[in-house]
């Protein structure tokens, strides 16, 4: 008798959690103004090592992540079109 290959896991595929992406408002860009943009929305990378010297990850102007004081952000919640919007690759 041959043994089943079958899995006895639920017949739907474990999903992983989505992970929600976190965006930031740039409020202070001192000693970067090339780098940073005062009043636009940035998205957090996520950098634990960072944020345990007060630093967050972001892609800055260069279009490099590099790291910047946290207190030049402002965490914020978007409606979930503008999030889609942001998401998603921009037009040439």
């Not at 345990?52 to 279009?63: F, Q």
């Not at 402002?74 to 999030?83: G, H, M, N």
């Amino acid at each position: 008798m041959r043994k089943s290959t079958k899995s006895k896991l639920p017949s739907e595929r474990k999903k992983k959690p989505l992970q929600r992406r976190r965006y930031l408002l740039c409020v202070r860009n001192d000693g970067y103004p090339v780098s940073l943009e005062v009043r636009k929305i940035y998205n957090l990378l996520p950098d634990p090592e960072a944020n345990k010297h007060h630093l967050i990850r972001v892609i800055d102007e260069s279009g490099e992540d590099y790291l910047y004081p946290r207190d030049f952000f402002i965490p914020i919640a978007l409606p979930k079109a503008a999030e889609i919007a942001l998401a998603a690759p921009a037009e040439s």
